[in-house]
């Protein structure tokens, strides 16, 4: 049963913005709400990291008044939202359902707590500190992107990454690392979402080992071959879908509002395999 309350769109965007300030967020970012009337009463929120027909029709179905996503729908600009293109379908279909949609992105992720802090405590890291630290409005108390911490105990790099993948969402991609599968390791960095954009910062950060998403070959056979810290590789979804779980806690705790996470996994990628005769080590 939907819970009676006057909580409005404009109320939970106004606190969200002022956990997330949009200020914080990158300049090519498009975050803040995206579509839905202020004056909407709010009795059911599903948290997603994106907005994508799967999870729209998990909206809809649930009755949710707003979606909080991660990864904004409207990065680049467009031409128009006619219901036959993809993003305008979402549109109108959100419109139609009167749910509103906000988006919390790099502002999410500079945010102390934020997306990597979800990431970190997953695996268990104490003492944690930025990998990069923010700059601009963002800058100061904890803040930046990516985080370092300790693990409670040293393990090798086979061991850490069958720890990543048994702590982290499941996927099809899995989890896959790169370096010396015996190396110790207990210094860890983290960056929710696509990570090789700080492989130099994580090679001058002291970090055994940099886990993060969407790493590609030449860089990281690059980073390897200079000397950097051995690197583990998960999904995309996987690396940010934590978050979710702290921000719906942080939402019950100051709304009198139901929030639902979604565990759709929204990962592109669906479907693994190695082959049988092939012997990988560890």
Known sequence: ????????????VDALDARFPRAWAESWDRVGLVLGEFEHPVTRVLCVVDCVPETVDQAIE?????????HPLFLKPVSSIAPDTFKGALVHRLIRAGVALYTAHTNADVANPGVSDALAARLGLTALRP?????????????????????????????????????????????????????????VAVCGGAGDSFLAVAARSGADAYLCADLRHH?????????????????HWASERPW??????????????????SDLDTDPWTVHANRDDLEIRP
């Open 1 to 12: 049963m939907a819970l009676v309350t006057d909580l409005t769109v404009r109320a939970v």
């Open 62 to 70: 649930l009755g949710a008044d707003l979606i909080v996503a991660h």
């Open 131 to 187: 990998l990069a630290p923010a700059e601009g409005a963002a800058a100061g108390e904890g803040r930046g992107l990516g985080r370092i911490g300790e693990l409670p105990q040293p393990l090798t790099l086979a061991a850490l990454t069958r720890l990543a993948a048994e702590r982290l969402p499941a996927t099809a991609a899995g989890v896959r690392a790169a370096g010396d599968p015996d190396a110790l390791i207990g210094t």
């Open 219 to 235: 860089p990281v056979s690059e980073h390897l071959a200079s000397g950097g810290p051995a690197l583990l590789d998960v999904a």
């Open 244 to 261: 979710l779980d702290d921000v719906a806690a942080w939402l019950r705790e100051v709304f009198p509002v139901e929030v639902v996470v």
